[in-house]
């Protein structure tokens, strides 16, 4: 039986392009990137950021490195503006363990102290699971809260944390509307310290661990409270410096998120308040002291 010409050409066609196909198949490296699929603009920061591993992959295929770091879009993630952040950073900011096994397998090398950094932004976050990879990764030491003390926290990492954008002059972040209520359960503690309420002090302790970014020892809350608590008594507190202390006291909580330049106005500008209400300098010194064990 003659075949017509057309039904012809449509049976030659389809076994040309599956020819072709698997000749490209055959001859084409195992290491390179897939043969098909959709047209990739995402970043290996951008990846990292949002666990997508494939995207991930595909970007480090391209030629990213894994340590370099890049900007994210703000219709990604609501970032700090302009701040240049490296993969390994994002994986962390975006809970993603398998993003960090992933930076590692295709050539993440960190320094013991970037190793350190990275740990302890994981910590800060609740990533107990990457602290341990990165750990495991780079060969150094899980990083408890100790080693973390002389690390400041990128802004990025506040945001992170549920921090907003904005920060004060001391570097602590803006308190957000549950932080503000917060802020004014303080406010309202050392008022009734001042009155000589004597539940307050336990009030005043159990606020300011409340108020810590990580959980604070419930014997560190109650000694930094009974501190706080002898210098307000001994001070004429109206609602202005209630307020001003309070917001002070926000601030102080969140002492190991600061640099060493942001803490020390911090401490300039809480001994300034207490000196012009009349605290004596001995117990300036042994408050600053306790706040001080809080990095």
């Known amino acids: 039986m003659r075949i017509p010409a057309g039904l012809s050409l449509l049976g030659f066609v389809p076994s040309i392009a599956v020819t072709l196909y698997l000749t490209a198949l055959a001859t084409r490296p195992l290491s390179s990137r897939p043969l098909f699929?959709?047209?990739i603009t995402t970043t290996a920061v951008e990846a990292a950021l949002v666990d997508d591993l494939a995207a991930l992959q595909r970007a480090l295929w391209r030629g990213e490195q894994p340590d370099t770091p890049g900007h994210v879009r703000p219709d990604v993630a609501p970032?700090?503006?302009g701040a240049e952040v490296a993969p390994a950073e994002t994986a962390i900011l975006g809970r993603s363990r398998r993003a960090v096994e992933l930076l590692f397998a295709n050539g993440l090398d960190l320094s013991p102290s970037e190793a350190t950094r990275l740990q302890c932004i994981a910590l800060w976050l609740g990533q107990h699971e990457i602290v341990a990879a990165i750990a495991r990764r780079a060969g150094v030491a899980a990083a408890v809260e100790d080693a973390c003390r002389d690390v400041t926290a990128p802004r990025w990492a506040l945001l992170a944390a549920g921090f907003s954008a904005d920060a004060?002059?001391?570097?602590?972040?803006r308190p957000t509307a549950e932080q503000l209520r917060r802020i004014e359960d303080l406010r309202r503690d050392l008022?009734?310290?001042?009155?000589?309420?004597?539940?307050?002090?336990?009030e005043l302790s159990y606020d300011l661990c409340v108020m810590?970014?990580?959980?604070?020892?419930?014997?560190?809350?109650a000694r930094i409270a009974r501190t706080v608590s002898s210098v307000v008594e001994r001070i004429v507190l109206d609602?202005?410096?209630s307020q001003r202390l309070a917001d002070l006291l926000y601030a102080a909580m969140h002492v190991r998120w600061l640099s060493p330049s942001q803490r020390a106005a911090l401490s300039m500008r809480l001994?300034?308040?207490?000196?012009?209400?009349?605290t004596p300098r001995e117990e300036l010194q042994q408050l600053t002291q306790e706040l001080d064990k809080l990095r």
């Open 212 to 221: 810590m970014p990580q959980p604070g020892a419930p014997e560190d809350c």
């Open 79 to 81: 970032i700090d503006e």
């Open 191 to 202: 008022l009734a310290v001042a009155a000589k309420d004597p539940d307050a002090a336990k």
């Open 37 to 39: 699929g959709p047209s």
């Open 239 to 241: 609602d202005g410096r």
């Open 271 to 278: 001994n300034d308040e207490l000196t012009a209400a009349g």
């Open 168 to 173: 004060d002059r001391f570097g602590a972040p």
